[in-house]
């Protein structure tokens, strides 16, 4: 019989369930969240997940033992892509992992499942990467600088560092539009924020600093008067810098 595992959706919660097959010796399991979950299997047996620090740390100190910190760090951007197989993907590599110890089972493209967690890494990377460059930060009256994002994935964790360590003189935050939180950045600590609201763009935009506004508008004349419209050529220019990134250039406005 498949026995459904229901998690919390957390990172924790997702290791407490794969503790939990090899704990209960489940055989046919699937892992979803209770977010996700919909009854589709009637014979499935539901099994309730209550996530346990010490039970997800037992599996990634193991984890890290058998392939290293990079190794856990893949299987965290598979959990940050947000796609609909992450808890399928992660069980099996932790399942290959514990069963040849001393292989480079991230490494065995052969196999399915990782030639798939291979393929996300290189996605859920490449969009961290073009968020670090092309993140616009706008002055508040307050004096904090603000960025909105709304990323293809789930990268705020994986750009939290890179803010931190560049912009270390200055108040700043980091909000994702889709998934309605972000980061905060007080001169001292580098905090998640989880708003009880989405916050309204609009709001913000009226909070802009007029030293804010008075940089947009020269900016904006700036990019006009600079480009040449002979040598446009937008086939290349959208190759460097897609259209889905061009709502957080401000000489795109």
């Not at 090899?22 to 399991?29: A, D, I, L, M, N």
């Not at 560049?166 to 007080?186: A, E, F, P, S, V």
């Not at 040449?228 to 061009?246: D, G, S």
Request: proline share 2%; hydrophobic share 35%; aromatic share 14%.
């Amino acid at each position: 019989m498949m026995t459904t595992l229901l998690y919390d959706g957390s990172f924790d919660g997702l290791f407490t369930a794969i503790f939990e097959v090899f704990e209960y010796r489940f055989k046919e399991v699937e892992i979803i969240s209770r977010e996700r979950f919909y009854q589709e299997n009637i014979f499935a047996e539901i099994h309730e997940v209550v996530t346990q620090t010490d039970k997800s740390d037992r599996v990634l100190k193991k984890l890290e033992h058998n392939m290293g910190k990079q190794g856990i760090h893949q299987l965290l951007k598979v959990f940050l892509s947000e796609d609909v197989e992450l808890e399928k993907l992660i069980l099996s590599a932790v399942q290959q992992s514990i069963t040849h110890p001393s292989d480079n089972i991230l490494g065995n493209f052969a196999d399915a499942d990782i030639l798939k967690i291979s393929k996300i890494n290189k996605s859920v990377g490449r969009e961290s990467h073009r968020m670090t460059a092309f993140v616009r930060f706008e002055k508040l009256q307050d004096g904090i600088f603000f960025a909105k994002i709304d990323p293809d994935f789930n990268v705020i964790p994986l750009i939290r560092k890179h803010f931190k360590d560049r912009y270390q003189d200055q108040k700043w935050m980091i909000y994702d539009l889709r998934r309605n939180y972000g980061i905060l950045y007080d001169l001292e600590d580098c905090e998640f924020f989880y708003p009880d609201e989405k916050l309204s763009l609009n709001q913000y935009q009226e909070k802009f600093h007029d030293d804010e506004k008075n940089y947009q508008t020269l900016w904006q004349r700036y990019f006009t008067r600079t480009n040449i419209v002979e040598r446009k050529n937008i086939k290349l220019h959208i190759q460097h810098v897609p259209k889905r990134y061009w709502k957080y250039l401000t000489e795109k406005w």
